[in-house]
């Protein structure tokens, strides 16, 4: 199954950046309420750059390796970069197998792709997501 | 022992699993069955516990009622509204038959989750009408602040939510028996948790999670020594047992149509007459009335009194066909014996076959006998999501999460499980079917 690409199942074992850390700037809890998964995420900004994204995450290893991928890509870069990403990330997700995602912006959140087949799943997928955008307006930062 | 004093006298002993050959015969009646899924797999339907499907009979029934009789029940004088109004109240009798009901203790509800709010409603209406003084209100459904509501740590949203609610609305408190760490209620909290202060014990038949069949007759005996009424959830007991509902010595019972095979848009609200009549209604408008004049209303009796609108007339019917269909599924009225019995068997196989799996962790009973046909397990190390998933790949259709029982999923430690739900048309080789997909879950994710 296209699902579970191995690039995904090495995110969910190995995930990057986990764990929550100081100091960080705003803290969100987002659930999925149809399987109980959670999240817990940390944003710490230095003026307009994502310094640091630090997580807890509770979930399968689609919603495990999304949060993963999330850190590798938002992390030292600016609030409009990660809200970009966030926009492709998004798109791809949702366009029920359409949208393969473009490497250059999404890294290894292409793999990912399968995702958008698995209309149940895609939740999954972006619920550090949701977190994420929730912990910038949190921030106060201009979007 | 639990099941001897939860079923009905006459279907209790000891009836056969379906014969490979019934089996087959049975499967020929649901059309879906035949279907594949995830490229040309042939359909492992093992979440019935969330919907069961549908045989020929009940489709049948319900197109037969659109082309040949369709009006709208219980109005109008003409000869489509009679027969519709006929095929309506022969679905009732037919349903309040198959819990050991008359027919007239039968409420049609748009599902379980519904008859169950109607009945916490009946509470705070009640309340509601003696505080104001606006209305005459039984004293068993008057709140008072102090007076308790009693639920389990094991039910289904739909049986806790609404008991919440009422709380807010009326100032009473909520409170719950525990669960076991095999699974059972927690009986040492029955003389804890309940005291003359409880107005209303409810707790389900069977949990829609662990499995677990409840001892119905004590819980029902030991609300009623405090002056509660109690509510059973028999959303997971009647389509899998037989249940003789006034035998079991409770007030109120709900149940759902489509997890019985028969259609959605239907559920069931029993209660002993008597525990209608002094209920306020739920719902209002068309119906339900007796008269109607500007400054106030009277009631219909029950049943009527809680179906308001132009009903599900057609669900109904199709319901009807459902439950025929059970019944006939054994000779001489052993339908549901038969069914409780095969499906005993394919959790007996289940159980044997996931204890042999270290890495597998069953939720609930360990036997068979205080079981119904659900069975809840994690795997270590892989969310139920991603079981669920690499087992739709091989075709096979289970429930993952926390099946709206998340706070005993809580009670578990555990975020969501995987759980195997029968009926009547599951094979022993479906159950092989779900423990290979296991060990390949394991492959993937080890």
Redesign the interface.
């Known amino acids: 199954m296209d699902l579970y690409a191995e690039l995904i199942l090495e995110h969910s074992k190995r995930p990057h950046g986990a764990g929550l850390r100081d100091p960080f700037d705003a803290e969100v809890h987002h659930v999925n309420p149809t399987c109980g998964d959670e999240v817990t995420l940390r944003l710490d900004l230095d003026g307009d750059t994502v310094r640091d994204v630090s997580y807890d995450a509770l979930g399968c290893s689609i919603s495990r390796a999304s949060a993963s991928v999330l850190h590798e890509l938002v992390v030292g870069r600016s609030v409009a970069d990660g809200l970009a990403v966030h926009t492709a990330m998004r798109a791809m997700l949702t366009s029920r197998g359409t949208d393969p995602g473009d490497e250059d912006v999404l890294g290894d959140g292409v793999a990912l792709a399968g995702v958008s087949r698995y209309p149940a799943r895609v939740k999954c997928a972006l619920l550090s997501w949701m977190a994420f955008t929730d912990a910038l307006g949190r921030a106060s930062v201009p979007a | 022992m639990t099941l001897s004093s939860t079923s009905a006298p006459a279907a209790d002993t000891a009836a056969e699993p379906f014969t490979d050959a019934e089996v087959a015969a049975i499967r020929a009646d649901f059309p879906i069955l035949a279907r594949t899924v995830r490229d040309g797999r042939p359909l492992v339907y093992l979440d019935s516990g969330a919907t069961s499907q549908k045989p020929r009979a009940v489709l049948d029934a319900e197109r037969d009622f659109y082309e040949r009789h369709n009006a709208a029940v219980h109005r109008g004088a003409h000869q489509l509204a009679e027969e519709a109004t006929d095929a309506y109240e022969a679905a009732r009798a037919a349903v309040a038959g198959f819990v050991g009901a008359p027919a007239d203790e039968v409420v049609f509800t748009k599902n379980a989750t519904e008859s169950l709010n109607l009945v916490a409603h009946a509470f705070s209406s009640a309340t509601a009408y003696r505080a104001l003084g606006t209305a005459e209100a039984d004293d068993r459904f008057v709140l008072r602040p102090g007076d308790e509501v009693v639920v389990t740590e094991m039910e289904h949203h739909a049986n806790l939510v609404p008991w919440q609610e009422l709380c807010r609305r009326t100032g009473a408190t909520l409170r719950w028996l525990g669960v076991t760490d095999d699974g059972h209620l927690d009986l040492a909290d029955l003389d804890r948790v309940l005291s003359p202060r409880t107005r209303v014990l409810a707790t389900t038949h069977v949990s829609n999670v662990l499995g677990t069949i409840t001892p119905v007759a004590e819980l029902a005996a030991a609300a009623h020594r405090v002056g509660a009424l109690f509510v059973l959830d028999a959303c997971q007991s009647v389509p899998h047992l037989p249940v003789d509902l006034p035998g079991l010595g409770v007030d109120l019972a709900a149940f759902s149509g489509h997890k019985m095979l028969g259609p959605s848009g239907v559920g069931l609200l029993w209660g002993r007459a008597e525990v209608l009549d002094a209920m306020p209604p739920f719902l209002t408008g068309g119906s339900m009335i007796e008269t109607v004049r500007m400054e106030g209303s009277t009631y219909a009796p029950a049943p009527q009194k809680f179906e308001a609108g132009v009903p599900m007339a057609a669900q109904a019917v199709g319901l009807h066909a459902a439950v025929d269909h059970l019944t006939a599924l054994g000779a001489d009225g052993t339908g549901m014996a038969r069914v409780e019995a095969h499906e005993r068997r394919l959790v007996g196989r289940l159980l044997d076959a996931l204890g042999e799996l270290p890495w597998v962790r069953v939720l609930g009973p360990a036997g068979t006998a205080e079981r119904g046909a659900v069975v809840s397990f994690v795997v270590d190390d892989?969310?139920?999501?991603?079981v669920g998933?690499?087992l739709d790949?091989d075709g096979i259709a289970v429930r993952?999460?926390?099946h709206c029982a998340?706070p005993l999923?809580r009670r578990f430690g555990v975020?969501?499980t995987t759980r195997v739900s029968f009926g009547p048309y599951n094979t022993v080789g479906e159950v092989d079917a779900v423990v290979a997909g296991l060990h390949r879950v394991r492959e993937?994710?080890a």
């Open positions: 892989v969310h139920a999501h991603d998933q690499v790949d993952v999460g926390h998340w999923h975020a969501a993937v994710f």
